[in-house]
């Protein structure tokens, strides 16, 4: 396996700081690490850096970033002054040459046929360990945007999944008193077994007036005029789902109610710690790979 990885050529590409956590983590596997699309930014000793797309046609491993695309045609690459077109990029890739990205959506794959494309955001482990930085960024959102301490406050947690298990948690170690809500039966039973308080998702009109604080994680309308109309206007609320979100946030401007949508908290919060669990769950993919 050490073998394969020291002539093993990887082109990190595009994104942010956690491309470059990535990037700098893989050279020191071992890894020919060549970084794409940065400027100034990405200066390391660690890894290669090149302002010249061209020379992604000797990698046998392509790393886009996460997401890949915000316009299905150029690459997200905030830091690269001038576009990287999609299309051009795949023309310079060679072929058998293993692409990994996220959130890969099918117009991105249909630009790389010629290529294997895994979408690593996908990645069960990924989801898990993101969940982590998440909760903590809401958290610290939650405490920027209330004049009231965590310890004692009322919170209602929207969803038990992934974030929301590691939301309570962290909410209750805080001295917050933690009801979460929750559509399957199993997940309340869950809920009860932890020692938070339940709701079904069904009930959630009675009981939202009673929140200083509320965080959604469900990836579906919860929070519509009908709910948003029962709840306190001194109460945040922080929308953790992607989009479309799980708020009506026309409505609730409407009403005055302060609400958060915090989209991608991993990057933004902890984006090395992000960038590792991104590294780590590229390792996983390669082992599956034979790479």
């Known amino acids: 396996?050490?073998?394969?990885?020291?002539?093993?050529?990887?082109?990190?590409?595009?994104?942010?700081?956690?491309?470059?956590?990535?990037?700098?983590?893989?050279?020191?596997?071992?890894?020919?690490?060549?970084?794409?699309?940065?400027?100034?930014n990405s200066m390391s000793s660690k890894y290669k850096t090149t302002n010249d797309i061209?020379?992604?046609?000797?990698s046998d491993i392509i790393i886009l970033p996460m997401p890949v695309t915000l316009d299905f045609k150029t690459l997200n690459a905030p830091f690269e002054e001038k576009?990287?077109?999609l299309s051009v990029l795949s023309e310079?890739?060679?072929?058998?040459?293993?692409?990994?990205g996220g959130r890969i959506s099918k117009e991105v794959i249909k630009v790389f046929k010629n290529n294997k494309c895994i979408d690593y955001y996908n990645r069960e482990e990924l989801m898990i360990k993101?969940?982590?930085?998440?909760?903590?960024?809401?958290?610290?959102?939650?405490?920027?945007?209330?004049?009231?301490?965590?310890?004692?406050?009322?919170?209602?947690?929207?969803?038990?999944?992934?974030i929301g298990k590691v939301l309570s948690a962290l909410l209750k170690s805080l001295g917050a008193n933690v009801c979460v809500?929750?559509?399957?039966?199993?997940?309340?039973?869950?809920?009860?077994?932890?020692?938070?308080?339940?709701?079904h998702n069904d009930n959630l009109k009675t009981v939202a007036n009673n929140f200083d604080l509320i965080f959604n994680t469900a990836p579906a309308l919860i929070l519509d005029e009908e709910i948003?109309?029962?709840?306190?206007?001194?109460?945040?609320?922080?929308?953790l789902a992607s989009k479309p979100g799980g708020v009506d946030f026309e409505k609730a401007q409407d009403l005055?109610?302060?609400?958060?949508?915090?989209?991608?908290?991993?990057?933004?919060?902890?984006?090395?710690?992000?960038?590792?669990?991104?590294?780590?769950?590229?390792?996983?993919?390669?082992?599956?790979?034979?790479?």
């Open 83 to 85: 576009p990287i077109k």
């Open 256 to 291: 005055g109610l302060k609400v958060i949508w915090a989209l991608s908290l991993p990057g933004k919060c902890a984006p090395i710690s992000s960038g590792k669990i991104i590294k780590e769950t590229i390792l996983n993919i390669l082992h599956e790979e034979g790479v």
């Open 54 to 58: 061209n020379d992604v046609c000797e």
């Open 130 to 162: 993101n969940a982590v930085p998440t909760a903590e960024g809401a958290i610290e959102i939650a405490m920027e945007e209330t004049p009231i301490t965590l310890k004692d406050s009322n919170c209602l947690v929207i969803g038990y999944g992934r």
């Open 228 to 239: 948003l109309k029962t709840i306190s206007p001194d109460c945040v609320v922080i929308d």
């Open 181 to 199: 809500s929750a559509r399957k039966y199993s997940d309340l039973a869950w809920i009860d077994v932890n020692g938070y308080k339940s709701v």
């Open 92 to 100: 310079k890739i060679k072929k058998g040459a293993l692409i990994l």
């Open 1 to 40: 396996m050490k073998g394969r990885i020291l002539v093993c050529r990887v082109s990190v590409i595009g994104g942010d700081l956690r491309q470059l956590t990535l990037a700098e983590l893989m050279a020191k596997d071992g890894y020919d690490v060549n970084v794409i699309g940065f400027g100034e």
